[in-house]
């Protein structure tokens, strides 16, 4: 299920703090978002469904988890936080939100999960294609998990390009408990680095 932003939403203010800054609470990060973003590569597991796994300590009590599996030509993503609330990434070789291609969500009845791209640092507009599938989306136990699938590339314009075996930068972020909606700024946030 997609939902629509209005282009007058304070999204872009969450983005906007999401992309330009690395990770928060005692990864050290700075909020100075006219700055390049401080990224950090994570320790990659791969876990018994094949999945690579990237844990981002945000705090003692809450953790970012990005878990990815190529499969083919489409790549696979989960991403939860510890939060009721939205859940967020991004990909952009810059780490910078101009230009990033942009994934977000929440769970209430069921997962609402948008296709997103920012032109600026305003908020981001919905894709013209959605090209995500397989979404869904739990919230269980304090723990918000979006699960969806693309291509690796998409073909279009509005999307980046993944290529196997390559560095790439990912954003991700999260809003605080109860929090969904995509208008409420990030809890948590961070810029890292991983190789698909």
């Given at each position: 299920?997609?939902?629509?932003?209005?282009?007058?939403?304070?999204a872009?203010?969450?983005l906007?703090?999401?992309l330009?800054?690395?990770?928060?609470?005692?990864n050290?990060?700075?909020?100075?978002?006219?700055?390049?973003?401080?990224?950090f590569?994570?320790?990659?597991?791969?876990?018994?469904?094949?999945?690579?796994?990237?844990?981002?300590?945000f705090?003692?009590?809450?953790?970012?988890?990005?878990?990815?599996?190529?499969?083919?030509?489409d790549?696979?993503?989960?991403i939860?936080c510890?939060?009721?609330g939205?859940?967020?990434?991004?990909?952009?070789?810059?780490?910078?939100?101009?230009?990033?291609?942009?994934?977000?969500?929440?769970?209430?009845?069921?997962?609402?999960v948008?296709?997103?791209?920012?032109t600026?640092?305003?908020a981001p507009?919905?894709?013209?294609?959605?090209?995500?599938?397989?979404?869904s989306g739990?919230?269980?136990?304090?723990?918000?998990?979006?699960?969806?699938?693309?291509?690796?590339?998409t073909?279009?314009?509005?999307?980046k390009v993944l290529?196997?075996g390559?560095?790439?930068?990912?954003?991700?972020a999260?809003g605080?408990?109860?929090?969904?909606?995509?208008?409420t700024?990030?809890?948590?946030k961070?810029?890292?680095?991983?190789?698909?």
């Open positions: 299920m997609n939902m629509k932003l209005p282009r007058t939403s304070t872009g203010i969450v906007l703090a999401l330009q800054s690395s990770c928060g609470g005692s050290g990060s700075s909020d100075n978002i006219s700055g390049a973003p401080n990224i590569t994570p320790t990659v597991t791969i876990d018994t469904n094949g999945f690579n796994v990237a844990s981002i300590p705090s003692a009590s809450s953790t970012g988890v990005l878990k990815w599996k190529i499969t083919g030509t790549i696979s993503f989960q939860s510890t939060t009721t939205w859940v967020g990434m991004g990909i952009n070789p810059s780490g910078s939100m101009t230009g990033a291609d942009i994934v977000m969500g929440y769970v209430t009845t069921g997962a609402t948008e296709d997103m791209h920012a600026g640092f305003f507009t919905t894709d013209i294609t959605n090209h995500l599938s397989g979404v739990t919230e269980i136990a304090g723990t918000t998990e979006l699960v969806f699938t693309r291509a690796l590339d073909a279009d314009s509005q999307d290529v196997a390559q560095d790439t930068i990912m954003l991700f999260c605080p408990g109860g929090a969904d909606n995509f208008m700024q990030h809890q948590h961070a810029a890292l680095k991983i190789n698909l």
